[in-house]
Each structure stands twice: as structure tokens, then as C-alpha cells.
């Protein structure tokens, strides 16, 4: 069982030990792929991502949710929850994402719908004018969706809500406290039930949703019905084609490459899978709370080598950081943002190789690189995509130099030679060796190239 002081966070490091935390989603289909061909990274670079986990709107989810876990764990909770600010204003949220948008970062924002029972986010929120609620959901329709994917977090991330009545249950524990066990033993109708509701609430205020966070570790004892359920519910209420969540992160040698889960009808007008996200850093920048530092040298040290994003940029895996809301703001005092600003100061010194990317955008290539099956017949190679993919990336081995050019309707169009490795973009290729290595947006369902002899 991991600490109570994880609880809230969106990560479940350490979680291990039962049989139920086994159980592990099912893979689903997977179609062949011709020898020879691989599919690599989007553009041959490392996707990059910051998961945001325990924002909204306004509120600080810390102030008011501390004393609601510790009702339940008076020992565990001690933090001074009274001095911290009960906002997280506006001002922080425009600075942060004009920072991120100018430095290319892109990645994941929760949107709490009913932040520690304070108040919704359709409706109003007590201590707020509805004009302040207004003009911070406005806010965030408008500056926020050109980089970053939202997510409902649970719906309140501290008690358990009644779907039926909207109320929390009466009980007062653990067993009804979102980060912690509620979940445990539901199945996939009731985790889709639970999900559908704050997506809804998301939906009212005009926020399209791609997936879903899961608050502290809901869910992690039953990952198969966790899994179908996210499915099921960001299909019913959004109809989005490749739904994604967070859960797990590691810090361990484990891979954190998107897992792709339970695909079906690969060939059909309505192929299908869901896609968990893993976080590749525990929350190193302010912590949960806000009240814990967090440290640039272990996502990055200062000769550049050391830290944990190197180790996984270095295995071309997606560095995905986690943070949370109330920890980047730090009371005021931006320590999480400042550490994260220095992360991406040496992460921009280092590499000349990333791609930061939204979690859709991760999802959307790992389900089109592990579902598209690649069938090559002499000269030709012929996809079948359940799902479109911008920057499609493979390499075909070949004998001699072949160009590769699209043929849409038996009309040959050539990829343009990419002057180096780190100039292919879509529509470009380059020799590698006894292989080619190209990049092409790929739509649904059959497209072909044609290989001709340069
Ligand atoms: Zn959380």
C-alpha cells in the first residue's frame, strides 16, 4: 500500500504487493507489420510532456482538501493547511502558459470540476463572484487548448460524490475518498458511471475533454475495468476517437512508453482502443501541497548527463513529467515554476532532439505505431490505419537507394531528401545506411507509397 502522503497525487509510485494491483488491462489486436519496416519516434525525436495534475479553476486545491484527508488521517495530515492561499489567481495561470507557449511546451491540464466540494464549475463557486468563475473558465478556453489536453480528476479529488444525487456519501473514510479505495472492486459500469459525470460537467462549461486523470491512486486495483471505462465514458460523452489516462508513473528502470490497451475492430468503420500515459518523474517541483521544494538535478543535473529525463531521452522513450497545480505556484512564490523553467533552460542546452507534445497527440502516435498494419509487396508499401497520424516515421530496409513517393488514386507524388537527420518533418526521407527513414502524415484507412530505385 503506498503512503498516505501520495494520496493525492496523480502518480502511485510504490503501489505493489496485491494480487488485484497485478492484473494488468488487456492488449487487445495487433496486426503485422512487414519485416523490415519499423516504426520510430515521430520526426526520429523523444515526445516530451508535462502532465498538470490538481488544477482548476481558482480554487487551491490544497487549502481546502488537507483539512478533508485529515479528517480520515489525522496523523498523516499535519500541514499548517490554513496559511495557504485559498486562490490560485488567473494572473498565474495567463503567465505560466504564455511562458510554456513561447517555449513550446505542451502537455496535460486537469480541470478538478468539483474542486473539494467547493463549489462546480458549471454552476458557481462559493467565495467567488460568478463573473470571477466566468471569466477563469473564459480564460481557460481560450489560452489553454492550443497546447495542452484537459482532464477531469476525479470529481471532487476528496470525497466520493453520489452520481445519483450529486452529494458525497455520508461515511467518512478512506473507502470514500476518491484517491484512495472507493474504487476497489467496481466494475467497468460503475467506473463508467463515475467518469461519465465529471466529463459532463467539463461538457456544460464548454471544455472538450481527451481523457482522464485519476485522482491520487483511483483505480489502481482494477486497471482492466479502470481501462474500459475511460474508454467508454470519453466515447459516450465526448466521442473521442483515442481516449487517454493517468495513472502510473515509474522512476525505475520499467518502460514508460504509452501502453496501448484493448484494441478492436482494427480493420472496421470503428476501430477502438484506450491508451495509459506514464509519467517518468515523481512531482520534483513543489510537491502536492506547495510546501515541499523540489529539485532541477534530479529531472536534469547541471553537467546535463545526470538526472532521470537524460537516462529516458537517452532510451528514446517520452520524458513525461508530472507536477501538480498548487506546487508550481508555491504559495506565491513559483518554486515549482521556477524549477520547472530551469528544467527546460537545460533541457534546450542539451538536446536538440525533442518534441514536446500534447498527451493526445503521444496517444494518438502510439495507437497509429503499434495498430497500423504495414504490408510491403515489391515496390510497395501498403498501410491499413485504424487511425490518421501526422509525422508517421519508419524505417524500411532496402537494399539500394529507393525514393519513396505517396500514391494517392495512382498519382506518384516524391517525398522531398531531407537535407540531415534532424530536418525530417512529414513529407521527407532520408538514406540511412542499408535503409530509408521517412516521414509522412498518414491518413485512416488505406494509403500507399511506391519505392522507386534513385
Ligand atoms: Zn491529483
Known sequence: MQSIALGIAGASQGLGGSVEAARTPEIGERPRQAEG???????????????????????????????????????????????????????????????????????????????????????FLPGWSKRELEQSLELVRTLLPADWDFHPEGISHTWVINTKTGRPY??????????????????????????????????????????????????????????????????????????????????????????????????????????????????????????????????????????????????????????????MYYNGEEIGFKIFKEIVRRLDSAFDNLLWMKLSEITRYWAAKELTRIERSGSKIIFHAPFACPDFTLRITSRSILKPQVSVKGVLSPLRRATSPSHLDSGSWYPSGKAIVMCLDIPKGKSQINLVAE
Not at 95 to 107: I, N, R, S, T, Y
Not at 304 to 314: A, H, S
Open 37 to 123: 519496416i519499423t516504426v520510430l519516434n515521430p520526426r526520429i525525436r523523444v515526445p516530451v510532456s508535462l502532465i498538470i495534475d490538481d488544477s482548476t479553476c481558482l480554487v487551491n486545491l490544497a487549502h481546502f482538501a488537507i483539512p478533508q484527508f485529515k479528517e480520515v488521517f489525522p496523523e498523516s495530515y499535519r500541514q499548517p493547511w490554513k496559511t495557504l492561499p485559498r486562490e490560485i489567481p488567473d494572473s498565474f495561470v495567463r503567465q505560466f502558459a504564455e511562458w510554456c507557449h513561447l517555449h513550446g511546451v505542451k502537455g496535460k491540464y486537469s480541470l478538478i470540476p468539483y474542486p473539494a466540494c467547493v463549489g462546480w464549475l458549471d454552476r
Open 170 to 327: 455520508s461515511e467518512r473514510s478512506a473507502r470514500f475518498l476518491e484517491n484512495l479505495r472507493w474504487s476497489d472492486r467496481k466494475s467497468v459500469d460503475q467506473l463508467t458511471d463515475y467518469f461519465s459525470y465529471p466529463l459532463r460537467i467539463l461538457k456544460n462549461v464548454g471544455i472538450r475533454c481527451n481523457g482522464i486523470t485519476m485522482p491520487g491512486t483511483f483505480g489502481s486495483r482494477v486497471k482492466p475495468e479502470l481501462a474500459q471505462a475511460v474508454l467508454q465514458s470519453c466515447r459516450d460523452i465526448f466521442q473521442v476517437e483515442i481516449p487517454h489516462y493517468f495513472l502510473d508513473g515509474f522512476t525505475d528502470d520499467r518502460s514508460v512508453a504509452p501502453q496501448v490497451y484493448y484494441a478492436s475492430g482494427l480493420d472496421g468503420p470503428d476501430p477502438r482502443c484506450v491508451v495509459s500515459i506514464l509519467s517518468c518523474t515523481d512531482d520534483w517541483f513543489g510537491g502536492w501541497d506547495g510546501l515541499k521544494p523540489g529539485s532541477v538535478d534530479k529531472c536534469i543535473a547541471a553537467d546535463l548527463k545526470g538526472g532521470r529525463l537524460p537516462e529516458v531521452i537517452g532510451r528514446g522513450e517520452p520524458a513525461i513529467l508530472l507536477c501538480h497545480w498548487p506546487g
